[in-house]
């Protein structure tokens, strides 16, 4: 190992740079990862624009990642050298209300490694074991980086509590969207009815479980989620887009007396109609990240060959070429799923 790594920088929206700096030493509760993978993120292409409402500069990323432990602190003794695993990025108080319910994904204090803390866009990461999640060896490097996401949807799935035999809808199909469409799919709903404005997306999305697929831009939403499930309609509609339009669909659409869970994050002030909202009686729920007992179901249902991951991998970049990871995707905005980062290309 030498004295010195890569680290990326984003030091102002579209910037990136490198620098050489010491590898550090774990600390006693700490482990010392040789990263192989980084994932981008929506949120990390928020930043690259400099739109991201919680991130300022300069910011080293990296998120969605996976590696290999290469060192141990004095007092980690779940984990072991060589043990391939995957990072939960949260940062959390541990003393708040939240934190102290279980809930810390919504931590008072909450901070997310490569926004608000330094993130692992580098070589080697020192990691709290606390933050540290064993992968199986049967899962890749390139699979283990999308954990972090797909752990965003199986939390989402299962703020629903009668999934079994549900009827869905999961507005918007990007990653999260195709990703919430097999975590549904995998933890016993019926049927999911998905919406985009992008045939190419609605194609994924159909290979990876969907049962009806709608361009909203070429047909009524509303006319269709009546002819795939009749009068009753949806159990629970899932928003996944982030736009006032789709939000509108769900409310203006919703079965009365049912579900809408929030999964996309809002860039702007929503205009929601709450009196549509109130006049049906829906519960509006949201869900916020994760917590650790979705990323080991996460792994489970890959493991399990229940939730594909490979499909939404689109383009690799050498880990030199971070900036023109986010060329691509905003060049290739409709076809591009999954852009990983080959920090060590030399492992799949």
């Known amino acids: 190992m030498s004295a010195t790594m890569i680290q990326q920088l984003m030091t102002e929206p579209g910037n990136i740079t490198f620098r050489n700096i010491p590898i550090p030493e774990p600390g006693p509760d700490q482990v010392l990862i040789r990263i192989k993978k980084i994932g981008i993120c929506g949120s990390d292409i928020h930043v690259n624009h400099g739109t991201h409402p919680y991130t300022s500069y300069p910011v080293t990323q990296g998120h969605e990642v996976a590696g290999q432990i290469v060192a141990l602190g004095e007092d980690v003794k779940d984990l072991k050298i060589g043990q391939k695993v995957t990072l939960e990025p949260q940062i959390r108080c541990g003393k708040c209300w939240p934190c102290r319910h279980g809930k810390y994904n ?52 299962k703020k629903f509590a009668d999934l079994q035999g549900a009827n869905a809808v999961v507005l918007g199909c990007g990653p999260i969207g195709i990703l919430l469409i097999q975590s549904l799919k995998a933890l016993g709903a019926a049927k999911v009815f998905a919406t985009d404005i992008s045939d190419t997306r609605l194609r994924l999305a159909a290979e990876l479980g969907a049962d009806y697929t709608v361009n909203t831009m070429k047909k009524d939403y509303a006319e269709e989620l009546l002819a795939a499930y009749g009068p009753d309609k949806a159990d629970v509609i899932f928003e996944c887009a982030g ?71 689109s383009a690799r970049f050498a880990f030199e070429d971070y900036k023109k990871a986010y060329d691509y995707i905003d060049n290739n905005r409709e076809t591009t799923m999954k852009v990983l980062i080959d920090v060590d290309p030399s492992e799949e």
């Open 106 to 157: 919504c931590c008072e204090k909450l901070k997310v490694m490569g926004f608000q803390a330094t993130g692992a866009a580098s070589e080697y990461f020192a990691a709290p074991s606390l933050n540290v999640t064993a992968l199986p060896d049967e899962l890749t490097y390139s699979e283990g980086a999308m954990i972090e996401p797909l752990a965003v949807t199986v939390h989402a799935a």
């Open 243 to 313: 736009s006032d339009i789709t939000m509108d669909q769900a409310i203006q659409n919703a079965r009365k007396g049912s579900v809408i869970i929030l999964v996309a994050v809002f860039g702007k002030r929503a205009n929601v109609d709450l009196a549509k909202l109130n006049d049906s009686e829906l519960d509006l729920n949201t869900s916020m990240m994760y917590r650790h007992e979705d990323y080991v179901d996460a792994i489970r249902l890959v493991n399990e060959g229940k939730i594909k991951l490979r499909p939404l991998q």
